[in-house]
């Protein structure tokens, strides 16, 4: 398929590359990734040529702003890697480029403020955290169903922009669950479970039942929370702890979160996840440069899906979502 739209797709910028995390990976990989990272026109942009990839959404990768936990050096990063962001690929290449805006949610308002400036003033198409935002140290964070974030999320309704929950590891203070076993941390499972249990946050919190027109992103074919749904409110409903809400939770699944496919190239879990939410509500993505692009494509061009459902993924449920 040609045309397609990838939407979790990352650089760095010059002032978050101190806040990359260590990958466990062999020395080609890091040097592929690395290489990706940094790169516009040697690497990213013959890989989507090659591809068929009309379109990529670019965003700062993790840890990015949220391990900052100074607010006030939380909110420059953020600025500046959003005009490095605008400056280097949609300024240059804005048919190819578009941009979700890094967020310092250490500061909800500032946060929102930068939301704002970098829709309006840089075109940005929505915005993208990676997982929760350390605070005053590096043994705090903070997760986003806080009430403290309910004028960020306003902002967000108001601006009518998706908002993409991207992973990063857990604290290392909560992280004995994995010890001895480092394969584990990282993308191979603690950034799905941090995300799962952080998207499951936010709607129990009510969040939605507040701003009910959040659209909320979530990558790798749902972080594994799909399947677990039925279980999750079966046990909510048998003791919720006094919380009661609008809808059942699967209804907030449906009616507010998008799912990608990011770095997830399976398609029996790709058949599941479209049971469970629609076809609409699913979009293509690599997860470039962390994921070989080939691959993604490979996959996606050749699973067994409608070409009719194939555009839709892989293209025109983004373009409605993002107002491309």
């Known amino acids: 398929m040609t045309g397609k739209i990838a939407i979790e797709e990352h650089f760095v910028s010059k002032e978050a590359t101190p806040y990359l995390p260590p990958l466990g990976v062999t020395v080609a990989v890091q040097k592929r990734i690395d290489d990706g990272l940094g790169d516009v026109e040697r690497y990213r942009l013959p890989e989507m040529y090659k591809n068929g990839i009309d379109v990529q959404i670019v965003s700062l990768t993790a840890d990015g702003v949220q391990l900052e936990p100074d607010r006030d050096k939380a909110v420059k990063i953020a600025k500046l890697a959003n005009d490095e962001l605008a400056e280097r690929f949609l300024a240059k290449y804005p048919t190819r480029f578009a941009g979700l805006a890094a967020v310092p949610l250490q500061d909800p308002k500032a946060a929102a403020d930068e939301l704002q400036r970098s829709i309006e003033q840089l075109g940005f198409k929505g915005a993208l955290a990676n997982g929760f935002s350390n605070v005053e140290d590096l043994d705090t964070g903070e997760y986003y169903d806080l009430p ?177």
């Open 148 to 324: 403290k974030f309910w004028p960020f999320w306003e902002r967000v309704q108001e601006l009518d922009v998706p908002f993409y929950l991207h992973p990063r590891g857990p604290l290392d203070s909560q992280q004995r669950i994995y010890e001895g076993h480092p394969e584990l941390l990282g993308p191979a499972w603690a950034f799905g479970v941090e995300t799962s249990t952080h998207a499951l946050r936010l709607i129990t919190s009510g969040l939605f039942d507040r701003f009910p027109k959040l659209k909320i992103i979530i990558g790798h074919l749902g972080e594994g929370l799909v399947p677990m749904m039925w279980r999750v409110q079966n046990r909510f409903d048998y003791a919720s702890f006094g919380k009661r809400l609008e809808k059942p939770l699967m209804q907030y699944l449906k009616d507010n979160f998008f799912i990608t496919t990011s770095g997830n190239f399976h398609t029996p879990t790709l058949v599941n996840v479209i049971a469970e939410m629609g076809i609409d509500r699913i979009l293509f993505s690599v997860d470039y440069p962390y994921e070989r692009t080939d691959q993604a494509v490979q996959w996606f061009d050749n699973c067994g899906l409608s070409e009719e459902d194939r555009q839709r993924i892989g293209r025109l449920n983004a373009l409605r979502l993002f107002k491309l």
